[in-house]
Structures are given as structure tokens and as C-alpha cells.
């Protein structure tokens, strides 16, 4: 099992909506999400010092190749549509790598 967190920007007139969209997260896309051995998944909110709102991901995955269960994830049509009316509520980071939306974090401690 590997952990993975991650941060995006959320545009403060989008807050509303994107809280909404996720408390009632498509059945198809939750489905999706388990196919792709994700577990633990959860989003939190925070309004930083600088007066941003930013995104935190974390959840675990168990399965063995995470770019095939991402590609597939990325492939599925349910998936694509959850992510066209979630993106727009989103501001990426500008410095995240070029392959990315989220930008990834480095996990610098963790206690079971």
C-alpha cells in the first residue's frame, strides 16, 4: 500500500458548488475510483494565509501498477464527465509538474 497527497487550489466562487458535487459523489465515478484500488480517499478544505482556498487529497493505494489504474481511471467515460464539471472549480498550483493537475505532496512523517 503506498499513500499519496496531494493540493490544488479552489476558486472561492466555485466553494459552494464544489462542496456540493461532493456530497454526492456519482456512483459510477465511486465505483471507478475502488476498480483503481483507492481507498481512504478523502478532500479536505483550508483557506490558507495568503486568503486562497486549497484543496488537500489523500487516500491509499493497493494496487500494482498505479500509472495502468490511472490511465484506465483517466479512460473512463463517468470519470470524464466528473472531472469536467470539477476542474473549473480548481486552480491548479503553478508550480506542479507538467504531467499534473493536483500537485503531489512529499510525505515527510506517518504513524499507524
Known amino acids: 500500500m503506498k499513500r499519496y497527497g496531494s ?7 466555485k466553494i459552494e458548488e464544489y ?4 456530497s454526492a459523489v456519482w456512483p459510477d465515478v465511486l465505483d471507478r475510483i ?7 480517499y478523502s478532500i479536505y478544505l483550508r483557506q490558507l494565509d495568503d486568503g486562497q482556498h486549497y484543496l488537500f487529497s489523500y487516500f491509499e493505494y493497493t494496487g500494482q501498477n498505479f500509472a495502468a489504474d490511472m490511465a484506465e481511471m483517466a479512460a ?7 472531472w469536467a464539471v470539477c ?5 491548479p ?3 506542479r509538474r507538467p ?4 500537485a503531489s505532496m512529499e510525505e515527510v512523517f506517518h504513524c499507524d
Open 7 to 13: 493540493v490544488i487550489g479552489l476558486n472561492p466562487d
Open 19 to 22: 462542496k456540493d458535487l461532493h
Open 34 to 40: 475502488r476498480k483503481c484500488h483507492i481507498h481512504n
Open 76 to 82: 473512463d467515460p463517468a470519470t470524464q464527465r466528473w
Open 87 to 91: 476542474m473549473p472549480c480548481q486552480r
Open 93 to 95: 498550483c503553478d508550480n
Open 99 to 102: 504531467d499534473e493537475w493536483w
